[in-house]
Structure formats: structure tokens, C-alpha cells
């Protein structure tokens, strides 16, 4: 009789055999260890980058009745110098291409530069991970180390490893780069036709004649007036925002003298008459035969004066065309590309508020606020800020995406378009196959939410689509989504677990084309004094998280809280840049660093480099930065980064100290510190929420 080892070895020779005769490394569920065919010779040549693709073969279950096709799969690797054994490079690889292969998995490692960095070996493991509902890691499954060589290669200097190298950023940077690149360049063009199409969803055109209207008035009905209270604070953001996207100058003051050249801004001059104060805006996109209309409009509403302005005409190499002193409506000339006009201030309208239209025209009470709204002296200067937008057809089989970022609470998604053709639609925030992503599906029957990559929700939404379709997602600081969509005058409610916010904003078209669609993505805390960035210890619900504690005792309801588990520095980085094109805040709370711990020697210089970008930006911008010590645990060693905090000149909540963590090794007070030796329980998150509002007390005024 065999007995249980020749048993192990013979499995061992038979996955080793289909390994050799395939080129692919495969995995022995039983024993863990990753068998690389003699075929794969080298892992690359020092200083490669994208250049080899190492293929894995998986059975589907694993350990303890797993299913591989429901985790998330990575691969952790470390490149080691042969010159110096102490340098060493660790690094992830998110497998985005997993499938299922029979009783197998399949899955695939594109070689980064990270891993190619050295002369020497790379190490790795396969990494499989499942979250909860909290986005904590529920279950984890590793493999056991495999290593390939890499050859020795000539590098003309030695670079320096920054953001942008770290191999697992530079990919989910890559997963947005075809269709983002399409999106940054629509979002200039396309600025004024996105915002009144998303206004359009609450008052939309009435003639159906309209270019670049949405014709959904007549289909929708009493639908859209229903919906418009559910998200009328949607479209004062967005006017908010759009308030400053048109690059105001200063006031020019003149005298009361007929004839008097008057130049703005680049540096072309006009023969004007004016009062004693005038602004010139930045650039419109027009075309030839827009009609413009300018107005001003009493706070009270029941009243709409016309309004005297300079309108400056250029053509589409910003060339001066024409200008004239008109009162209301204006009529684009032949050859007008691009209107800036100038508005003239006194002190008679105090509370009277700019109306600026292109082809919509309205009555006194149904109006839609559009352009420059409250452009007055005390508005201006301030600073520019972008919307994450996009106009114009949704093609069959397209993508698009509006920016990446970790924005956790109190953001909306709209979408709005005349249907063409329909089948499948998507739209969410994420990559579609790591956790925290969350999505909604919609077809011709069915509304499907995805809460997470394997936990998802399937409900009938009994509407016929055709004609308009809206999308609206409202997701709030409870990981929970209030979902509408509209079709054709008739509209479905549902709220569903949602927890998606790392990676894409997007919509996908599944054989549905949509034209005059506008999508347009925000958060209600952009304006807030607080923006906080951190990690898992951000959780909203689970009282085992400080920020958790923080909300439910009702504070940091209006805070920006921008997070994941499992995130390091770079990656909270990235998302504070992005964020920092839709507003700016008083404060930025930065307590990062429990994913980047210390060596045994010195800081972690990933989380340094970025604990300094963040300060100098502050600096930059006239922001205060509030720091965090990060505990010590068991497993994280994080006292150089402490000391670094603590003699950095700012502000900082000493979470360390206050749960008895400033010692390597240090278990924390007793009942503090969770079984996982890595996050608080119920009792030390509370300690930290109180050790924050104590150290930063401004967390109680939002």
C-alpha cells in the first residue's frame, strides 16, 4: 500500500510534469509550494519593466473548502541584491485577470520594475484574500516562497525608488490610463454642456429641440419633480462649484469716462464706457448662432432684470473678433469660438445674483441657474477647482472614467442620456475585483448591486427603458447606498450595502449607447474644514474603529474621510492630490502609517517621503497639517516614524501614548488591543476616538 508520503510525492511529480509541459506555474493545493518549469529561466534582466509575464495555474478550492474565484488575488514579491544582500525591494502585484479554468483558477504576473530593480533573486508568494463587510481581511490564504532569478543589466544611473515606481500604484494607475487620458481632455471641452445636463435631470428641456438637451421633460413627467427633492443638494453643489471654474479676474476700476480703453486680462484693449467697477470672466466655449443670455436675479425670486454687459468675441485660435456693450440676449457672430464678457458692478443690487445661459432660455420662476452665479466683488479672487465630469455618447462597449480616488462617505454619481440602443449599464467605484469595490448593473429587467467583488444584491426594477434613462447613487457615512434610476417617466428606489471606493470612478456600456449623456461625480465634504486620510482603523460602522466612535457620538459628520484597509502612504498620496482639484480645507489629518512600519534601524522611507510631500503641500497651500503617532504593535514597529511626528513642528494626536503603544513590541493597555495583534478593539478604539477629539479638538466643530 502507497503510503501518505509517496502519495504527496507522486501528486508533487504530476502538477510538476504539467508545469514543465506548459510553461505555467502551478500551485499544489496540499503542500502550497508554487512549481516553476525550468523553462522560465529568469524572472528578467536588471531594470526591467513590463517586459515578462509568468502564468499561474490553481486548483479553484483550496484549504479549508475555499473558493479561489471569489478572493482576491496578489502577488507579494521581494527582489534581493546579489551584490548586498541587505538591499531589498518589497513590493505587490494585483492579478487582474483571474479566471476560472475548469476546476482550476488562472491568473498572471506582469514583471514591474520594482521586481527587476536588482542583480539577484525575486521572491514571491501568491497571495488570496476575502474581506468582510467591514472591508477587514476575513479569511487569507498564502502560498509558500518560489524565486526566479534576475540576470544582471546596465543601468545608465541609479534611480531613486518614488511614488510613481511602486509597481502596485503604477498598475492601478495603468488600469485608468486608456480611458482617462479621453476624459481629462472632454472635461475642459465639454465643462458647460456637462453641468446643465446634469441640472436637466431637476429641469430639463422643454422643447426637445434643443442641441446637447436632454429630452426627458416630456417622458419623465412628474417623475423628475419627485426626484428632484432627493437631490437638489446635488445640483447646488455643482453650481457651487462651477461658481469658480471660469477663471474670474480681479475688479478693474475705471473712471466714468466715455471712451476709456479698458484692458483685461490678455492684454487687449477696448474702447468702453463704465460705471466704477468691472469684472472680466476667463473664456466660454461657444459656437456660431449660440444664443447667451445674461441676467440678474433678486434673491427673493420674483424678480429678473436684464443685464448690461461686454461681450468679447475670438475665434478659435483666440483671435479678437468683435465686441459690443448688449443688455440680455447675444447672438454668437461667424466664426465665435470661445465669449468672455465683462460685468459691470454697483452698489444699487447688493443682493441681486449673475444668470449666464448658452441656448436655454427660462421664464421668472423656472429658471435653472447655469455659468457665473453670485459673481460679485466679495466672491473674487479664489481659486479655480475642477468637477469630475464627463458629456457627449456613451458607445456601445465603452468605458469611461471620471478619476481615481478613496473618498469613503456622502458622495453621488449621476448619469443622464437619451437611450439609443440598451442592454447592459454599469456605473460605481472600483476596480471590479478588489475589495473595497462596489457597483451597480442595470438591464432591461434587473437592477444588480454589488456591494463587494463576490456579495451582490439582484432586484426587478419593472421599468421600461427606453427613450431617457438616470442614474443616481447616493452613498452616505453608514456604508449604505440610496439608489434611483428613471426611465421614461417612471422610477425605482432601492438602498444597498455599498462599501466601493478604491480605484475608478466609471460607467460602463454593455451594448447600450447613450447620446447627450452626462455623467458627473462629488462629494458633499469637499467644502469641509477636515479632510482625514488613514487605513483600516477608518471603519465607519464597526465600534472597533476610532473614526466609528467619532460619528456615532455625533462629530465629524461633515469631515472628508478618505480610506481603505490594508492602504499605505502612497496610495493616500495620490487620492489628496486628486481631491485637492475640488476644493481646499483648513485641515488635513494624516494618520497613515500603520501599513509602512520602521525596519529594525530606521523610518520606513516610503512613509517619510510621502509624511514630507504631505507637509510641504500643506505649506504650499496654507494648510494646517495634523499628524497621528501610530501605535506600536506585536507585529508593526513604528517609534522612528513617532519621533519623526512628533518633532516635525506641526500638530499631532499622539494615538500611541494613549493606548500604552511606544514601545516596539508593546500589546497595548490590557483589553485595548484585538486578538489580530494589529487592530483596537471596541475599548481602545474608543480610547483613541477620545485621545483625537482631546489632542484636536476642532474634530468636534464638523
Known amino acids: 500500500m502507497a503510503t501518505a508520503l509517496d502519495l504527496l510525492m507522486s501528486a508533487k511529480e504530476d502538477v510538476n510534469l504539467l508545469s514543465e509541459q506548459s510553461d505555467i506555474c502551478t500551485i499544489d493545493a496540499k503542500t502550497r509550494i508554487i512549481f516553476v518549469p525550468s523553462t522560465i529561466v529568469v524572472g528578467g534582466v536588471q531594470s526591467d519593466k513590463n517586459a515578462e509575464r509568468i502564468k499561474f495555474s490553481c486548483p479553484k478550492i483550496v484549504g479549508d473548502n475555499l473558493d479561489l474565484s471569489k478572493f482576491s488575488v496578489r502577488i507579494n514579491f521581494e527582489n534581493v541584491s546579489s551584490v548586498d544582500f541587505n538591499v531589498s525591494i518589497k513590493d505587490q502585484y494585483i492579478c487582474d485577470d483571474v479566471a476560472v479554468d475548469g476546476e482550476n483558477v488562472t491568473f498572471s504576473w506582469l514583471i514591474g520594475r520594482n521586481a527587476a530593480r536588482n542583480m539577484g533573486t525575486v521572491r514571491f508568494i501568491v497571495c488570496a484574500v476575502k474581506t468582510d463587510s467591514d472591508s477587514n481581511i476575513s479569511v487569507e490564504w498564502n502560498t509558500a516562497i518560489a524565486e526566479v532569478p534576475v540576470l544582471e543589466g546596465i543601468e545608465i544611473d541609479q534611480p531613486q525608488i518614488g511614488q510613481e515606481e511602486k509597481d502596485v500604484i503604477n498598475q492601478l494607475l495603468e488600469l485608468t490610463k486608456n480611458t482617462s487620458a479621453e476624459a481629462v481632455q472632454n472635461v475642459n471641452s465639454a465643462k458647460e454642456q456637462a453641468i446643465k445636463d446634469i441640472q436637466s435631470v431637476s429641469q430639463p428641456d422643454t422643447t426637445l429641440t434643443i442641441e446637447g438637451g436632454l429630452a426627458e421633460a416630456k417622458a419623465t413627467g412628474e417623475a423628475i419633480g419627485s426626484l428632484k427633492e432627493d437631490i437638489e443638494y446635488f445640483k447646488d453643489d455643482v453650481t457651487k462649484a462651477f461658481n469658480v471654474t471660469e477663471n474670474l479676474y480681479n475688479p478693474h476700476s475705471f473712471t466714468n469716462t466715455k471712451g476709456i480703453a479698458l484692458t483685461i486680462a490678455d492684454g487687449?484693449?477696448?474702447?468702453?464706457?463704465?460705471?466704477?467697477?468691472?469684472?472680466?470672466?476667463?473664456?466660454f466655449d461657444t459656437n456660431e448662432g449660440d444664443v447667451w443670455r445674461f441676467y440678474r436675479w433678486n434673491t427673493a425670486k420674483d424678480n429678473i432684470y436684464e443685464l448690461e454687459v461686454r461681450v468679447h468675441w475670438f475665434d478659435e485660435n483666440g483671435k479678437y473678433i468683435n465686441g459690443a456693450i448688449i443688455t440680455g440676449d447675444v447672438t454668437a457672430p461667424k466664426n465665435a469660438r470661445r465669449l468672455r464678457f465683462t460685468e459691470k458692478f454697483t452698489s444699487l443690487y447688493p443682493t441681486l445674483d449673475v444668470m449666464v445661459t448658452k441656448n436655454y432660455s427660462f421664464g421668472l420662476n423656472d429658471y435653472v441657474p447655469y455659468g457665473i452665479k453670485q459673481l460679485k466683488e466679495s466672491f473674487l479672487p479664489k481659486k479655480t477647482y475642477e468637477l469630475a465630469q464627463r458629456s457627449g455618447t456613451l458607445h456601445r462597449n465603452e468605458s469611461w472614467v471620471l478619476e481615481n480616488n478613496n473618498i469613503m462617505a456622502r458622495k453621488v454619481f449621476v448619469l443622464s442620456g437619451i437611450v439609443s440602443s440598451f442592454l447592459t449599464l454599469e456605473m460605481g467605484h472600483g476596480t471590479k475585483t478588489n475589495s473595497p469595490s462596489s457597483w451597480v448593473?442595470?438591464?432591461?429587467?434587473?437592477?444588480?448591486?454589488?456591494?463587494?467583488?463576490?456579495?451582490?444584491v439582484t432586484l426587478a426594477h419593472g421599468l421600461s427603458i427606453k427613450n431617457t434613462i438616470q442614474l443616481i447613487i447616493e452613498v452616505g457615512a453608514n456604508y449604505k447606498a440610496k439608489i434611483t434610476?428613471?426611465?421614461?417617466?417612471?422610477?425605482?428606489?432601492?438602498?444597498?450595502?455599498?462599501?466601493?471606493?478604491?480605484?475608478n470612478i466609471f460607467v460602463n456600456s454593455v451594448n447600450t449607447e447613450l447620446v447627450n449623456c452626462a455623467v458627473s461625480w462629488t462629494c458633499k465634504n469637499y467644502s469641509s474644514k477636515i479632510w482625514a486620510y488613514g487605513d483600516s482603523y477608518f471603519g465607519m460602522t464597526n465600534k472597533a474603529r476610532?473614526?466609528?466612535?467619532?460619528?456615532?457620538?455625533?462629530?465629524?459628520?461633515?469631515?472628508?474621510?478618505?480610506?481603505?484597509?490594508?492602504?499605505?502612504?502612497?496610495?493616500?498620496?495620490n487620492s489628496l492630490q486628486t481631491t485637492l482639484k475640488h476644493g481646499k480645507p483648513k485641515y488635513i489629518l494624516w494618520a497613515m502609517g500603520m501599513n509602512n512600519p520602521d525596519n529594525e534601524s530606521s523610518v520606513n522611507k516610503n512613509w517619510n517621503n510621502r509624511f514630507n510631500d504631505v507637509k510641504k503641500l500643506c505649506e504650499e497651500n496654507d494648510i494646517t497639517l495634523i499628524g497621528c503617532t501610530i501605535p506600536n504593535t506585536p507585529t508593526q514597529f513604528n517609534s522612528?516614524?513617532?519621533?519623526?511626528?512628533?518633532?516635525?513642528?506641526?500638530?499631532?494626536?499622539?494615538?500611541?501614548?494613549?493606548?500604552?503603544?511606544?514601545?516596539?513590541?508593546?500589546?497595548?493597555?490590557?483589553?485595548?488591543?484585538?486578538?489580530?495583534?494589529?487592530?483596537?478593539?471596541?475599548?481602545?478604539?474608543?480610547?483613541?476616538?477620545?485621545q483625537a477629539l482631546a489632542d484636536f479638538p476642532e474634530l468636534a466643530s464638523v
Open 268 to 283: 487687449t484693449e477696448y474702447a468702453d464706457s463704465t460705471t466704477v467697477n468691472a469684472i472680466t470672466t476667463g473664456y
Open 441 to 456: 448593473v442595470v438591464d432591461n429587467e434587473n437592477i444588480t448591486v454589488y456591494s463587494t467583488p463576490t456579495n451582490k
Open 485 to 503: 434610476l428613471l426611465s421614461n417617466g417612471e422610477k425605482y428606489n432601492t438602498e444597498q450595502d455599498w462599501d466601493g471606493n478604491i480605484g
Open 546 to 573: 476610532w473614526i466609528a466612535q467619532l460619528l456615532s457620538n455625533g462629530y465629524g459628520t461633515d469631515m472628508l474621510i478618505d480610506g481603505y484597509p490594508g492602504r499605505g502612504s502612497d496610495d493616500a498620496y
Open 640 to 690: 522612528y516614524k513617532n519621533n519623526v511626528v512628533r518633532n516635525a513642528g506641526i500638530k499631532y494626536i499622539d494615538f500611541a501614548k494613549s493606548v500604552g503603544a511606544e514601545h516596539k513590541g508593546d500589546s497595548w493597555y490590557d483589553g485595548m488591543l484585538s486578538s489580530d495583534n494589529v487592530h483596537p478593539t471596541e475599548k481602545g478604539a474608543m480610547t483613541l476616538y477620545l
